[in-house]
């Protein structure tokens, strides 16, 4: 007896975790650092998604700062990328879909610090193009865990992306 109630009690805690409200501000941070090839390189990644009724509003900011030795001395650049695009959310299940309005723009903006303009003008275009294409994908995650504080969220891949040998990655996000 004591065994199913307790496994009971375990399921009920379950089933409350996918319970919690999805509603609010969720903002999640990953870092990157690779100092290979003779340069450092780190970069910030911060994502945040508001969530309100039927609809989301997403931002991205993302900072690379970058330093490598050249012929005369240091050398260093920072590049800051944000951006933000909204639309309509869906939860079935354990299954979190986030579905961009196919009729607004994303706003991105691109800067750049230590670089020169020649070369910067040829990398802010890429930059936008990429992170514009980004945001006007369609997102699919699976929910991890969900609490009213913590939401635990991995990528669910695409045919291609697993024949490609991808790995889905996680991302904690935490609410404001």
Partial sequence: MKRLILTFATLL???LAFAQSLEGTWTGKENLEDNSDGADVSATATVSYTIKGESY???MLVVMDMS???EGGEVTMKITITGS????WARQGNILT?????RSKPK???KVEG???VLASMLIAPAKRELSKGLKETERYKIISLTDKELVLEDILTE????AGEKADRITFLKK
């Fill in 13 to 15: 805690a379950g089933v």
């Fill in 68 to 70: 490598a030795e050249a």
């Fill in 85 to 88: 695009n909204a639309g309509t």
């Fill in 98 to 102: 986030f579905t961009p309005d196919k």
């Fill in 108 to 110: 991105i903006d691109v």
């Fill in 57 to 59: 509003s997403t931002k």
């Fill in 160 to 163: 291609k992306e697993i024949k």
């Fill in 115 to 117: 670089i020169p303009s």
